[in-house]
Nanobody
Framework: QVQLVESGGGLVQAGGSLRLSCAAS????????MGWFRQAPGKEREFVAQISELGKITYYADSVKGRFTISRDNAKNMVYLQMNSLKPEDTAVYYCASAYYTSRNSKDYNYWGQGTQVTVSS
């Protein structure tokens, strides 16, 4: 049974930082590319970032480039999202997910966590 569990969300003021974590179990973690998505109320789920199997290649949505950093620790089966200079428009539920391919499309991701709420106040 594959399980992805996010943590680290919360309430933060604009300009602040948060670090999200995602713990993976039940599958060979190092074989998967890992991604972060987010979904704000009334909006579609959107791509945030993806990292390759060994962590050498990363992709970001234009809206977070330069502010967010995705990383992973294969020894611990963990993926992280460091979020700096947060803005109110970053408010959303953040999900981690795994994929076999490089993709910004949520349909290409096969396993998902339950999400963690991030709220940025102005």
């Amino acid at each position: 049974q594959v399980q992805l569990v996010e943590s680290g969300g919360g309430l933060v003021q604009a300009g602040g930082s948060l670090r999200l974590s995602c713990a993976a179990s039940g599958h060979p973690f190092a074989n998967y590319r890992m991604g972060w998505f987010r979904q704000a109320p009334g909006k579609e789920r959107e791509f945030v970032a993806q990292i390759s199997e060994l962590g050498k290649i990363t992709y970001y949505a234009d809206s977070v480039k330069g502010r967010f950093t995705i990383s992973r620790d294969n020894a611990k089966n963990m993926v992280y999202l460091q979020m700096n200079s947060l803005k109110p428009e970053d408010t959303a539920v953040y999900y981690c997910a795994s994929a076999y391919y490089t993709s910004r499309n949520s349909k290409d991701y096969n396993y998902w966590g339950q999400g963690t709420q991030v709220t940025v106040s102005s």
